[in-house]
């Protein structure tokens, strides 16, 4: 391994690290979930290991290839590391995925009605978030190819009863979708107990690609936040996610 290497898993590393803190603070990630990202260039990825990420050190991680085995690192990797590997398998455009049992987006995922697409949070998803019907753990690669199948080109799908799978380009992307589709679902539970939720017929536009691929408002604040990032860090980050989406504009 090059140097160059080194550094960028080490750097994928750190960032997973941040987001699975974020993801439990946020109440999205419990001791059962995963996050991973894909190592750019090659047919593997870095996952939490079998145990509450948020516990993990960096030399815990592991690396795993797209048949979903462990290639590096000594910790047990979860028992659904199949999920991850049919995703990077068949989607090039995801770069990170998450695996989670958020409480209120599964009672949504539960509902006959799905995620409706009213409000800001839940417009990201306004093409839709399927549900695959099956609530066993997804173990095998016939399950991950089903639950793959249902999820089709969307950024997310409900797993019935069970919790959701989450995608995007980036690892702060892949977070982020995940805490708005769970503030989404809650809001929709809220909502639910007087009114009935309605899709805004006008803004649903769905996600912006460069907001997803570089959050630069939201992710440095929740960093900040949850006490990951001192605010002057916090705000080099902002600057430098600016930097990539308009490289013309922004002085670093």
């Not at 695959?132 to 019935?160: C, R, W």
């Not at 309605?198 to 440095?220: C, F, N, Q, V």
Request: charged share 25%.
């Amino acid at each position: 391994m090059t140097k160059k290497d080194n550094k960028t898993i080490q750097d994928l590393k750190r960032r997973l690290l941040e987001a699975i803190r974020v993801l439990s603070s946020e109440d999205v990630l419990d001791g059962s979930g995963h996050l991973s990202a894909k190592i750019p260039g090659t047919e593997t990825f870095i996952i939490n290991p079998r145990y509450a990420g948020v516990l993990a050190d960096p030399a815990d991680l592991c690396v795993v290839d797209f048949s979903a085995k462990r290639v590096a690192g000594t910790e047990p990797i979860p028992l659904e590391t199949v999920i991850h590997s049919v995703i990077y398998k068949s989607r090039s455009d995801v770069g990170s995925v998450l695996h989670c049992h958020p409480r209120f987006s599964i009672l949504v995922g539960l509902q006959e009605s799905g995620l409706v697409p009213f409000n800001r949070d839940a417009r990201m998803f306004a093409d839709g978030v399927p549900v695959f019907p099956n609530s066993a753990g997804i173990n095998s690669e016939k399950l991950a190819s089903q639950m793959l199948e249902t999820m089709g080109d969307h950024y997310a799908v409900f797993l019935k009863g069970h919790g959701i799978v989450v995608s995007e380009q980036t690892i702060e992307g892949n977070a982020v979708s995940a805490i708005r589709l769970e503030r989404a679902a809650r809001d929709q539970i809220l909502l639910s107990s007087f009114s009935q939720p309605k899709p805004l017929t006008d803004g649903a536009r769905g996600r912006l690609r460069s907001r997803m691929d570089h959050p630069y408002r939201i992710w440095p604040y929740l960093l900040y936040q949850h006490g990951i990032k001192s605010k002057k860090d916090a705000r080099k980050l902002t600057r430098s996610m600016l930097k990539q989406i308009w490289p013309d504009e922004i002085k670093l």
